[in-house]
């Protein structure tokens, strides 16, 4: 059995865990960079569609559309009441609802760090008829802005980051198909390539946070919910899975019975846990964060510099 409960085989089939990094700087050509060996490239909506193909496997639906408005318990259990009046009982809840994560506003619970007031990234998904698909292509420039664009295993696309748009105020533009053409044709200087079909138009501020504490009674945060960083490392998902496994120890302790011989401290578990793991991994990807910013700078140095 895998990590994802046996959900791993569909995503090896689909992702590249050979990428090659292709560099450029100020619009010429550098080198190629390997990055195999640190995970594999797939599409979050990838592996979201194998996991839940997975829960269908164990007879699990999982629901859209149902909000949680409130959050009460008691010795008995917990119960959450849902925006369409519905109440789900049960012995214990997860929040695992990301970072603007309504479960933890309404248990109270702090998220204590910094957000960057202005967004570091415009982000989307494009398609770039007459570029390359074997390299995720990367063009930097002296001044530290760049674009990127990363073929997308098993679809025709590239996800597209770059550096933000400013208008001639120094107002930050939002994203869309005709900013994304205006910063590649900026920052890689190829009037032949036209960016179309764009999708998923997003921007991406660095968040540097840690929940306040990871339990309040019979409620429990894991993933976004409990700690957000750059994406220097590629370290998210990795430890919101580590998150979940070990909330499982927790719990599967808890029903088993051991909670009635040693109290609180079997439930208290999970947080003493996990709660140090998530302020390191929240401090070490700054940093990593903070090594790419200054890497890029460098012609053929580039986001590497954050697995290093």
């Not at 090896?12 to 010429?28: H, P, Q």
């Not at 998902?237 to 927790?250: C, F, H, P, V």
């Not at 029903?255 to 998530?278: K, N």
Request: include cysteine; charged fraction near 25%.
């Amino acid at each position: 059995m895998d990590a994802l409960g046996g959900g791993a085989a569909p995503l090896t089939a689909i992702g590249n865990g050979e990428v090659v990094m292709r560099k450029y700087f100020d619009g010429e050509y550098v080198n190629d960079t390997p990055a195999g060996g640190n995970g594999i490239l797939i599409g979050q909506w990838q592996i979201e569609a194998a996991l839940r193909e997975r829960l269908a496997g164990l007879g699990v639906t999982v629901e859209y559309g149902a909000r949680l408005a409130a959050i009460t318990q008691d010795a008995a259990g917990i119960r959450a009441e849902l925006a369409d009046g519905s109440v789900i009982e049960a012995r214990y809840l997860a929040g695992c609802d990301g970072g603007r994560s309504t479960t933890r506003k309404l248990l109270g619970i702090s998220f204590e760090g910094n957000t960057e007031a202005e967004p570091a990234m415009v982000v989307g998904d494009v398609r770039a008829p007459g570029l390359s698909r074997d390299h995720w292509h990367q063009w930097f420039t002296s001044e530290g802005g760049g674009t990127m664009l990363c073929p997308m295993p098993g679809t025709d696309t590239f996800q597209l980051q770059a550096s933000p748009e400013t208008d001639e105020h120094g107002e930050l533009l939002p994203p869309s198909l005709e900013s994304f053409q205006r910063l590649f044709d900026r920052h890689a200087q190829m009037p032949e390539i036209r960016l179309t079909d764009a999708t998923w138009l997003s921007t991406w501020k660095v968040n540097v946070r840690v929940a306040g504490r990871l339990r309040e009674g019979r409620a429990f945060l894991a993933g976004d919910a409990a700690h957000v960083h750059p994406i220097a490392g590629g370290l998210g998902m990795n430890t919101g899975i580590e998150d979940a496994a070990a909330l499982a120890r927790t719990l599967g302790a808890a029903l088993a019975g051991e909670a009635a011989e040693a109290g609180e401290e079997v439930l208290d578990a999970y947080q003493a846990e996990r709660l140090p793991v998530a302020t390191e991994v929240v401090a070490d990807t700054a940093r990593r964060y903070e090594r790419v910013v200054e890497a890029v700078r460098t012609p053929g140095r580039g986001i590497e510099a954050g697995l290093e």
